[in-house]
């Protein structure tokens, strides 16, 4: 007797979907699609302004821009000032994008370092002491009131166009916020903390250092990671009032003729590097902080 | 040494002062010692750049009602007073739309897993967006109308309201939606009676943090390109180099700016009393 074939199929094992993948959920690459779909229709629809550019420039639109940022570019390295009446050229463009983009993400990062150092810094020596605590509460929380950013006239009559204006402005535009919410952080540690690590032999300053401002660092993180994002917007603050560099400088300029191109590419250069800063210092902060829950 | 009495933490014996009356005499203990650096300051450098806190008070007192350099330098007219007016209004209008339209964009997306999906991306992106950089294209979308200034204010306070509002109505669902389901809830009485009242502590904090930033957005923007308010003011004092009148008006929409987060402030734990 013949036994019969019997055909077992092999087990079908699904394939696995790449991480990547398996985070971006359907319907926001679809909603991306879209996007990307509506944005050149937009803006044929919405139309031109008086000055010749588009209300919503178009991915076309913001190439045919690139060109016009060799104008921003100083000289040298094979591409000569158009200020001279060398002509725009594509490699010019590159060099000027990239000489803006360095110089305005200098005085970002130097102003941001400058303000989150020293912010924290003068809250940790204040917060030493609890009625010195107390005792600048007020004027920081007033500080933090002031419409700073509204300020940058009076660093511009302090200091001038000097890179030192720059970097003290933004310093202080983020150090008056990051201040308060440090103050807050170390205050609002509760008080078993330390009194947990000086029962087991701490010194006060030790207690201080390796207890105190660690547990603060979590509370501290949210106002670090809005000032990292609030750092590019002084900057840009600074650059369109009275500097003649940077990608603020750009988006100044671009206003004034109207030039919605170039805004819009300066516009998405910005938010690359505002976004990629974001990003950095949220990663960082994470990994400080990986012991907090 | 009995028990008790190691129980008993050892206090000082001598004046006590009541908690209210301490922190207030501290507040004004702080201002005087900024007061006094500023005066130090001011001492040892030219009255054009560092002026003197008298020399302020002195400005502000001069400029509240009308203001000549204005009229003179810009065609302007009003005092330090009315368009202080203008300034405040324009934030707090700005700062309520955009809060608003946050609150409810932000709920929907923390609620409903389809908006979820299609726009929580896009939110997280424009928190990171600078503000500033929108300034350019509401300058040529809207002219110098008051959209035009005020477009910043409007957005900043949208997306923040909307992103904390979000995260606050995932982590609200989280905890409450389950133990209120378990109790027989509908999702109606979900919404209504639970994650709306334990939104509102979070939603203040975010509607402040906002009204905070609002203040300079809207000065710049009327740095820039204002018709009136204190940004047009700093403005022309800044072409007249009168640096203590420009400090003199940084200040008054500072107090005033402190007073409305006081009202703010008070107004939500008065809404939130129920909390502990």
Known sequence: MKIPDIHIPEPTVARPQPIWWRRIRRNTFLSLLVLIAAWPVLSVVIGTSPTGYKYIPGPQDIFGA??????????GLGAPSTQTGAEATYWGAILGLVYNSFVTSLRAVG?????IGGSITLALLISWSKVARETLSFPAHFARMVPVLGMI???ALWFGASELGTLVFVSFVLGSFVFVVAMNGIGNVPAYYDQYARSLGASRIRSYLSVVFPAALPRIRGGIVLAVTWSWTSVLAAE???KDSGLGHILSFSRFYGATNLTALIGLVVVILASSSYYIANRVLSWLTRWSE | MTVEGRKTAWRPRGITIPGGLRRVGLAVLGVGVLVGVWSLVAAGAQSVRVPSPLRVLETIRANFLALEALA???FGSGGLAQNTVYTVSNTLIGVAIGATFGVVVGVLVGRIQ???DVLEKPLLFLVTVPVLVLLPFLSMWFGV???AINGMVIFYAFVTVAFGTQQATINVSNYFQDYAR????TQTQILGAVITPALVPEVIGFIRGSLAFGWGLQTVAEILGGQVGVGRIIRTFLHTARTADMIGAVIVLGIVALLIDAFVASVGKWITRWQE
């Open chain 2, 114 to 116: 389809f908006l979820r």
């Open chain 2, 182 to 185: 378990s109790l027989g809830a």
């Open chain 2, 72 to 74: 003179f330098a810009a």
């Open chain 1, 240 to 242: 369109f009032l009275g």
């Open chain 1, 111 to 115: 102003g941001l370092l400058l303000g």
């Open chain 1, 153 to 155: 006239p009076l660093f």
């Open chain 2, 145 to 147: 109308s008051r959209l």
């Open chain 1, 66 to 75: 690139f060109k016009s940022v060799a104008g921003f570019w100083p000289g």
